[in-house]
């Protein structure tokens, strides 16, 4: 019998198989044979003379007409091909109760499936029939990677990173600004985030900002209330308020670093990013400059330096101020602020988690040239505060000074290494923002603590102190500086809670009007 297969069978069920088919091979024949004795000979006994001399095609006629029951009782016909129908039976390997794995018969094949579903037996306790299939469905977000070979069959490949399920055999790169949906079908928009007000990131910058307002705000008021009294005149009023400004526009520059990034913001960012620190390092170094060159002149003669008086310092201070604002100027020519929103910065792995980031178009390199010049003027401060050291403490505040830019170098230069060693990091326009604004809050905290705090401590609760103090001459000053190696400390306190200090000097007490003489007025806070 043509067809016969059995699944699983072992040698015995072969060798039954091959004896069923020669019988009924044999029997097929047979009938044949009798079918065309009975046509040809018409009963004639024997072989008669028609059927002498057949050839095979005329025997495959009868045998394609063959019906009857073979060996298994199972029906043997013939199709118009000369080919005998399928008949199968279907084993499964199966182990027994006893622990013995032998082959059971599970259903048959005759012109259609015979199973016996409930003489299956799979993995203990799944009830579910594995899938008779070389190859399932693909789930949405795969594409069917084909089996060279065999092009039915296929291997789901899923869509990873930015790819997206383009058609059925192919996954495509989402467009830059967007990534895969949820079911990886398709491309949406990437979500743009920018630097929240609620965020820690921003509030601890705020936090310290609003103090150092509030701090600044009263120093000036206290200031301004006691504008006339010495120890505000002897610290040089108009220098000390645009100091104070510096400071006060180092604390706002937060707000602006945190603000939604629109036009407006950005250009007022360029314009006030180095502008508090220009102002602050530009009145300490036109401070300490004039400190350093009163006393170099007095080595040499008597006569005052020139750009000494508070007009000349202005004037000084508001130059090199200048220089800062013609350098934004220049910038905003050169390249108009605009925002731009920045997708790899958090262009993660995952793109579930990629975020776009709005701010303005100021780069590292940027945003360096622009606090350049004000970290110029403070290491040319700090220069100037190292020569003037030396001057002695009752005339000057040059030591104030220079506690003060030696501090501010050292947050500076912890800055730089934070600053740039972020350049790659997904946190990067967190942690860059919120370290530039916190050294700027804590440089305006160092000026305003160190300079201020004891003066205005002085005005509030030792109003004692804050008398005028008799004028000398610039004479008497020089010789005081050149001769401190010499000055004598007594123990005993004046009036208004000063040390005394003897200096050695020759003070014309009635000085002609014709004499032309310098005196300057002198606490133990400045020159």
Known sequence: MHGLEKVGRDSSYEQEGKVQFVMDAVYAMAHALHSMHRHLCFGYPG?????SNINGKELLEYIRKVKFNGSAGTPVSFNQNGDAPGRYDIFQYQISGSSVAEYKVIGS??????????????????PNLPASVCSIPCRMGERKKTVKGVPCCWHCERCEGYHYQASEFTCEMCPYEQHPDRNRTGCQPIPIIKLEWYSPWASVPVFISVLGILATSFVVLTFMRHND????????????????????????????????????????????????MCFSHAALLTKTNRIHRIFEQGKKSVAAPRFISPASQLAITFSLISVQLFGVFVWFAVDPPHTVVDYGEQRTADPDKARGVLKCDISDLSLICSLGYSILLMVTCTVYAIKTRGVPE??????PIGFTMYTTCII???????????????????????????????????????????????????????????????????TAATMSGKLT???????????????????????????????????????
């Open 489 to 527: 400390q007594k123990g005993s306190d004046r009036p208004n809670g000063e040390v005394k200090t003897e200096l050695c000097e020759s003070m014309e007490t009635n000085t002609a009007p014709s004499t032309k003489t310098t005196y300057v007025s002198y606490t133990n806070h400045a020159i």
């Open 109 to 126: 094949w005759t012109n259609k499936l015979h199973l016996d579903v409930d003489a299956m037996h799979w993995r203990t306790g799944d």
């Open 394 to 399: 009752t005339f000057n505040e040059a030591k």
């Open 412 to 478: 500076w230069l912890a800055f730089i290494p934070i600053f740039f060693g972020t350049a790659q990091s997904a946190e990067r326009m967190y942690i860059q923002t919120t370290t530039l604004t916190i050294s700027l809050s804590l440089s305006a905290s160092v000026s305003l603590g160190m300079l201020y705090m004891p003066k205005v401590y002085i005005i509030i609760f030792h109003p004692e102190q804050n008398v005028p103090k008799r004028k000398r001459s610039f004479k008497a000053i020089v």
């Open 47 to 51: 072989l008669c003379p028609r059927m």
């Open 229 to 276: 009294t010495p120890i505000v005149r002897a610290s040089g009023r108009e220098m000390s308020y645009v100091l104070l400004t510096g400071i006060f526009l180092c604390y706002a520059i937060t707000f602006l670093m945190i603000a939604t990034p629109t036009i407006a913001v950005c250009s007022l960012r360029r314009i006030f990013l180095g502008l508090g």
